[in-house]
């Protein structure tokens, strides 16, 4: 790609967290802008129509059928489609939504102890309807690339940038975040599993042999595990590793050598699919 | 009739569309701006350990995710009766400075400053930030390093820049390291000039559109913000109303919120509209964000902050209720959060390592605030005894002010109408 790659932008079921990281390149940014074209982007710019573009980032999955619909014409429209970000890519957070039917997320939604006219809801005729789970942007249409991370690091950003301008596939963090946490493990296997408040951590040994729910095991690197590093577990926001198919799953092999202590953690579900509900093997809660 | 309809709204953090319906002589009849976007935070909140909410809300918005995680971690404290240490308080203030920092030079910079330094009338294709790159770099590289100063800021007390976790029930699960104290402080005072610069630079365009500025948008609201020993405070323990002529003061603590602010769902929109419970809806509308902490106030807590204040209140009044004088009210609280970031970095207790209680969890209900970069943000959870979430309300920044954006809109278009 010799001429300035024509890029679209666009924030979905997202936080725009993802878009932020991408301006935390910094001065960086002055290096990278001058060879794109950013063609479509609401955050930034006032351009209405999606256009024709080269490589397009989509963060977020979709939560309305309108970004369903958008995900779509984003397809036809861009050679390349990337899922940018853990939303996109797997669901993310919003993706906990999906251990609750939706009928009920609007309920609450509106019938908080705050609310005065308990019992209306926007219209489903104004406002978009909400589709019955989080769908990540793979499960909705193919997808040339996904950058996981939530958000993703600057610099895998511009990482995955330069690899297109260059004409070569972007990488991916191939390990898990253990690989880069500075703790030292020794292999054992914790006897019971802590809150992260309770008590104080050893800040140079291993957090999940302490007996902290820390999920880097399962957790792909990119980072270079700002978590551990600060005093808490990983919570997964990469995702999973090329090596597995769920997440979840093999997080939960893990942790089952600890036995029935594994069994007394509280809500298992949403730590070990914190990030990644949406593309589990089971990715929402049955009726 | 006919309709008008302006989708997607750009340059906000968030999905909006305004559609404008024109009577038969093509006025503006009813303007509608519609939220389109839920997600559900208050359900999928529950069933959740309290201390992982604050590793989770942060979500709600990639911008001011460090006032979430803040907000968040203040209302697991106080449903579980924990007393912070004072230099975990220090700490976390300063994650929240860093974050202002970095959002309100975005939000100058890249969002309000392509229409002011290249012009209202500018091609659409280069009006935005990389427009102001080429036109005006020494204003962009300005913005450049505030935003990163702010952002490693963030890092160096919450872990990370985006999403940050260190917010503990209890205090926080690290200290920051002199190291970082130190690269912090040998660029404050380069922020605090930069501060002063945007505020220069915004007095400059002033002259320029000080006609738009009073007639655009102008309308009378009720306003909300933070404040601590009636100063201006981002971190404040106290929320204060004033009315829309500034003759009447309402102030409360976070635990009372229920009883000063209401909800009210719409059908156009995802977003409910807050208002003043005191005065009802709709009549108690109120406006948030730069603009009211500014006007709730009754001083900058910094000097070189509170001279500017002055001067705003000279030009615009006070109350001011012109919605674009909300540019220059954010670059006041800019230099503030600069300034008063300097006097943290200087305390000695920012990088002691006392910064965690032992807390227990317990069944509790708790009310955390503090002033995100758009308005005051309230969350609220309760308990149960093994410290799991059972009820949840959050009330975000942006959704205080979507009532009376509608209604400025509202105005600027029937300004807008008359005169083409
Ligand atoms: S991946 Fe994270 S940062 Fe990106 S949109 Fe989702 S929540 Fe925000
Ligand atoms: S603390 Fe977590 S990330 Fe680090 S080595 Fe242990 S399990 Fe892996
Ligand atoms: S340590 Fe884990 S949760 Fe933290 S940023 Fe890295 S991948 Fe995400």
Known sequence: ?287 | MGKITIAPLTRLEGHGKVTIKLDDSGKPADVKLHITALRGFEQFVIGRPAEEVPRIVPRICGICQTAHHLASVKAVDAAWGAQIPSAAEKQRELMHLGNMIHSHALHFYYLAAPDFVLGPDADPAIRNVIGVIDAAPEVAKKAIAMRRVGQSMVEATGGKPIHPVTGIPGGLSKSMSEEKRDELLAVIDTMIQYGQDGLDLMKSLNEKYLDTINSLGVIDTWYLGLVKDGKHNFYGDTLRFVSPDGSEKMEFKPAEYLDYLGEHVVEHSYVKYPYNKKVGYPEGLYRVGPLAMINVCDSMSTPLAEEARKEFAETFGRPANQSIAYNQARLIELLSACERAKELLEDPEIVSTDVKAEVEPKAGNGVGVVYAPRGTLFHNYETDDNGIVTKANMIVATTHNVPTMEKAIQQAAEVLFKDN
Request: include cysteine; aromatic fraction near 6%.
């Open chain 1, 1 to 287: 790609m010799a001429d300035k790659v024509r890029l679209g932008l666009i924030q979905l079921c997202g936080c725009s967290g993802c878009h932020i990281s991408l301006l935390d390149l910094h001065e960086q940014l002055l290096d990278v802008l001058p060879n794109l074209e950013i063609v479509y982007a609401p955050i930034i710019a006032d351009a209405k129509e999606i256009p024709e573009c080269d490589v397009f980032l989509i963060e977020g999955g979709a939560r309305n059928e309108h970004d369903e619909h958008l995900i779509h014409e984003i397809r036809e429209k861009s050679k390349v489609v990337i899922a940018w970000g853990t939303c996109a890519v797997y669901g993310g957070i919003p993706g906990l939504g999906n251990l609750y039917d939706t009928e009920q997320l609007k309920k609450t939604a509106y019938e908080t102890e705050s609310t005065d006219n308990i019992g209306e809801l926007p219209s489903d005729e104004i406002v978009p309807p909400l589709t019955n789970s989080v769908m990540p942007v793979p499960s909705i249409v193919d997808v040339e690339y996904v950058i996981p991370g939530c958000p993703p690091r600057p610099e895998i950003n511009a990482g995955a940038i330069v690899a297109l301008l260059e004409g070569r596939d972007p990488e991916l963090p191939k390990k898990i975040v253990c690989d880069e946490c500075p703790r030292t493990k020794e292999n054992v296997i914790p006897e019971t599993f802590k809150r992260t408040f309770e008590g104080t951590p050893d800040p140079e040994k291993c957090l999940f042999e302490q007996g902290y729910t820390c999920v880097g095991m399962g957790t792909r690197a990119g980072c270079g595990a700002l978590c551990p590093s600060a005093g808490v577990p990983c919570r997964g926001c990469y995702g999973k590793t090329d090596e597995v198919l769920d997440q979840g799953s093999s997080l939960a092999n893990t942790f089952a050598a600890a036995g029935d202590e594994a069994l007394k953690i509280s809500d298992k579900s949403a730590l070990f699919n914190r990030f990644t509900l949406p593309a589990a093997l089971i990715s929402k809660k049955q009726e």
